[in-house]
């Protein structure tokens, strides 16, 4: 099987349990909608998540994680079974420790750090003690998060992807159902709903983790608890993640900013920010993050082989997939923002006016999805390289360019210009670590990725069209009941895709035929 093939059927795998986690992250989401709506605490919860998420970014799905795996894949390949069941247990006792500090740190200084992150919530009475309390509350989701990326990586390096990738399901279901059913009983106490939504994220943080266990049995991983400092492979993978812990603190710089400025526009900037990336999170997890999850142990493999070609090729071919799917769903979410904001959202305390606000933020948001999910294909080659500078410094790039644009346009744009802002960043950091890829890799096929992205863009601009002329014969039901929306919505993305898929099979992209072939043998063969 070529690698194109390997990497479509993982990544199928991974995009389907993504696709499940970020549909029942969207119901999370509509609940707090539902419940809390588009202000005060739900803006005090965004901002008290944002803070263990933050490390989270930094220590579970980034650079531990990727550090992780290709020291585990070097492990694997060279140094026998024995060394690399070592390598694990040592890892996560080390990490599970050094996380305990943290959290215990976090939840000291919790109320520094959150004045330091929206210090304007100080000027609404009680803003800043309730995202004080949320904070100290989900610090600890720090700790199951993390343990859960390493065990992932085991997984995934062992040929594992699917229980990995809906283990962020259970999340979402912890949070969802603990959540809600505290937030119900918690207020009889005299305690805040907004609490029992918290509390829910830690049940949903232990049950991400609790899940992927048993596979980890089953692949033959006995914990044995051991603390070596001195291990070569423990102190590799601390060598990877300090330039990429680097690069990833100025992606949380970029957070950080964004929410400052958030918290000083109109009240409920900050939700509706959340609810649209949410919404473009969809398809960077179905379709960035899968193709990455599903490339990452195979880029490491060819690293650790010296087999630069089969490197070069895979990377191609992984990047040209990921277009294929991120540059129509931009063209689809453009042009669809508020339909699917309205239907998803627009119930309970959620306003037209929070429908509205949350489309445009979405449409900026939107620019900037395919260099987004670009670059998880890209910094795991530099990863596979041993070479982690770059992917430095092009988010120290990212994050100066972001702080000029929001500076230049927020008084004119409010909260909009974050979100372009944010697009406009990572479109440049996509452009810097390509062309830094290329002159590292001695070139790749750029003819190969440019022929395909013009055959991506003309099949989106075809799609274009029927999305639009969709969108105004259906118009009638897309303002109707919730039925009539769903079937409007569901409709016209439907034959949307459709359209795409048969005017892209017509110019022979190749990476679909690998995508459609994994599909057809998944569910129709």
């Excluded at 944002?50 to 579970?60: K, S, W």
């Excluded at 990995?164 to 259970?170: C, E, K, R, T, V």
């Excluded at 699917?340 to 509205?356: K, S």
């Excluded at 929001?406 to 944010?422: G, H, N, Q, V, Y």
Aim: hydrophobic share 55%.
């Amino acid at each position: 099987m070529s690698d194109s093939s390997k990497i479509a059927r993982s990544a199928g795998a991974v995009s389907g349990a993504v696709m499940c986690s970020r549909v029942l992250g969207l119901v999370r989401e509509q609940v707090f909608a539902g419940m809390f709506g588009a202000g005060y605490a739900y803006d005090a919860f965004v901002v008290a998540f944002r803070i263990p998420n933050l490390l989270r970014d930094l220590f579970g799905e980034g650079a531990l994680s990727a550090a992780f795996v290709t020291v585990f894949s070097d492990y694997d390949t060279n140094k026998g079974q024995h060394a690399t069941w070592q390598l694990a247990a040592n890892v996560l006792v080390f990490f599970s420790i050094l996380l305990s500090i943290i959290v215990l740190i976090g939840f000291i200084f919790a109320d520094s750090i959150v004045l330091l992150l929206a210090p304007d919530f100080a000027d609404l009475s009680g803003k800043a003690e309730l995202t004080i309390l949320l904070t100290r509350i989900m610090f600890p989701f720090l700790i199951f998060v993390s343990m859960s990326a390493v065990v992932m990586g085991v997984l995934n390096t062992r040929g594992k992807f699917f229980v990995p990738a809906i283990s962020s399901s259970f999340f979402n279901l912890g949070s969802i159902i603990g959540g809600v059913s505290l937030a119900l009983l918690l207020p009889k106490f005299g305690l805040p709903a907004i609490v029992g939504m918290a509390c829910g994220t830690l049940i949903g943080g232990l049950m991400q983790l609790a899940i992927q266990l048993p596979t980890l049995r089953k692949i033959g991983f006995r914990f044995k608890p051991q603390l070596n400092l001195k291990d070569p492979g423990l102190r590799r993978i601390l060598w990877l993640m300090l330039p990429a812990t680097i690069g990833l603190s100025a992606t949380q710089i970029n957070i950080f900013v964004n929410t400052n400025f958030a918290s000083s526009c109109v009240e409920g900037s900050v939700s509706w920010l959340n609810y649209a990336f949410r919404m473009v999170q969809l398809p960077i997890g179905v379709f960035g993050v899968a193709f990455s999850i599903a490339a990452m142990p195979v880029l490491a493999k060819y690293a650790a082989k010296g087999d630069l070609d089969g490197l070069k090729e895979t990377f191609s071919s992984s990047l040209v997939m990921v277009l294929s799917l991120t540059i129509p769903a931009t063209f689809g979410l453009i042009l669809l923002a508020e339909p699917i904001i309205r239907l998803i959202f627009e119930h309970g305390a959620f306003t037209a006016t929070d429908t509205l606000r949350t489309a445009q933020a979405l449409t900026c948001y939107a620019v900037g999805l395919f260099a987004y999910s670009a670059v998880k294909i890209m910094v795991p080659v530099f990863y596979a390289l041993k070479d982690t500078k770059y992917p430095v410094m092009g988010s120290f790039i990212a994050v100066a360019a972001n702080i000029l644009i929001i500076t230049l346009i927020i008084d004119r744009f409010s909260f909009k210009a974050i979100a372009f802002a944010t697009s406009c960043s990572m479109i440049l950091n996509f452009l810097f670590l390509g062309a830094v890829l290329y002159k590292k890799l001695t070139g790749f096929s750029l003819a190969y990725i440019g022929w395909g992205v013009m055959k991506i863009l003309l099949a989106s601009m075809v799609m274009s069209g029927g999305i639009y002329g969709l969108k105004n014969l259906l118009q009638p039901m897309l303002m109707g009941s919730i039925p009539l929306q769903f079937v409007a919505v569901f409709l016209t993305i439907g034959l949307a895709a459709l359209l795409y898929g048969i005017v892209l099979t017509f110019l022979k992209l190749p990476e679909l035929t690998a995508i459609t072939d994994k599909f057809r043998q998944r569910f129709i063969a």
